[in-house]
């Protein structure tokens, strides 16, 4: 399988606090993407970095990829009850095709 | 929700019965791709298209086929529905050029084999 891995699983933070999510994959890639997928609906785009990017920032989303390590976090910061969903990270590799890891489920507590 | 719109939204179908599920797309974008998610394994790529009339495996492909006859629909039919292939389907479309573009997603058809 191609597909990459986020670590934790499910993640539980109280609104205020950052919330760090892991993602590690296995191939040599042209960009890595985060989506958010709230309950019953389809992902959302969030933010990507290219594979000669180190750190990306949008809003409260900060974002880091170690190409050595095949591996990317996203940081949320100052979390809040909407953030609530799970999140993926995803891999488009340089024969065009987009690889999902298994997802961080992340919950907000108010 | 990018103009994507995937039909029907649920089906219950029984075993060994082909079904058909449609990907409409407004966007005029090139890529289409067809994924489906189930608990544990995120979601996992079926077929994808570049073009009318081109399309591609990806890594779950065995007893799924697809075609694209015209920019805006992607069909994706299960010759024969298995109970394996319960999932929720997702259409997914991308402009890809400038390159490294995102995906943009429908909000999914729940698929349930009998």
């Known amino acids: 399988s191609q597909q990459g891995e986020e670590d934790p699983q499910a993640l539980s933070i109280q609104e205020g606090e950052n919330a760090t999510m892991n993602c590690s994959y296995k191939t040599s890639i042209n960009n890595l993407q985060w989506y958010r997928q709230n309950s019953g609906r389809g992902l959302v785009h969030l933010i990507l970095i290219r594979s000669n990017e180190r750190e990306k920032h949008s809003g409260r989303l900060r974002v880091t990829l170690d190409t050595s390590k095949k591996s990317s976090s996203l940081l949320i910061t100052a979390s809040r009850a909407a953030d609530t969903a799970s999140y993926f990270c995803?891999?488009?590799?340089?024969?065009?095709?987009?690889?999902f890891g298994t997802g961080t489920s992340l919950t907000v507590i108010p | 929700d990018a103009g994507i719109t995937q039909s029907p939204r649920h089906k219950v179908t029984e075993t060994g019965t082909p079904v058909t599920l449609r990907c409409h797309q407004t966007?005029?974008?090139?890529?289409m791709y067809w994924y489906r998610q189930d608990p544990g394994h995120g979601l996992r790529l079926i077929h994808y298209?570049?073009?009318?009339?081109?399309?591609d495996k990806g890594e779950v492909s065995d007893g799924y086929s697809v075609s694209r006859s015209k920019t805006e629909d992607f069909l994706l039919t299960l010759e024969s529905a298995t109970s394996s292939q319960t999932s929720v389907y997702f259409c997914a479309i991308s402009e890809r050029l400038p390159y490294n573009s995102p995906l943009h997603f429908g909000n999914g058809t729940r698929l349930t084999v009998t």
């Open positions: 995803a891999t488009e590799n340089t024969g065009n095709q987009f690889y």
């Open positions: 966007e005029n974008h090139r890529y």
């Open positions: 298209s570049y073009g009318v009339k081109d399309t």
